[in-house]
């Protein structure tokens, strides 16, 4: 993706393959993309930076709370996948590490 001239043809597979990839990958694939769609007019090109701003914005909160949850959690999938009961022990468990914005 790095290589492609074409940033439109490399964000496309950015915002297909990035659930695949590790948090620091994602983020900075999508910064990439983004940071080169810049170059670019049109509502194709926005609506694609767009997306990229959610992913890598997504990331970074996933980025975050693995920093900070250091054992409990390795990889950010493990976080996406997180269901009901989960989900309240996830939040319990940033809100008794005084992350209150993360919860």
Known sequence: ???LKDAK?????????????DV?????????????????PGTEASALKTDLGKVRKKMQ??????GVCQRRWTV???LADLEGA??????HHLLSLQQHDLA
Request: a positive charge; glycine letters at 0%.
């Open 24 to 40: 620091d990958t994602a983020i900075q694939t999508a910064s990439m993309c983004i940071q080169r769609l810049e170059q670019y």
């Open 1 to 3: 993706l790095y290589r």
């Open 61 to 66: 909160t996933y980025q975050t709370i693995l």
């Open 86 to 91: 989960d989900v309240e022990k996830a939040v």
């Open 9 to 21: 043809r490399a964000a496309r597979p950015t915002l297909e393959r990035y659930k695949s990839w």
């Open 76 to 78: 950010w999938q493990e």
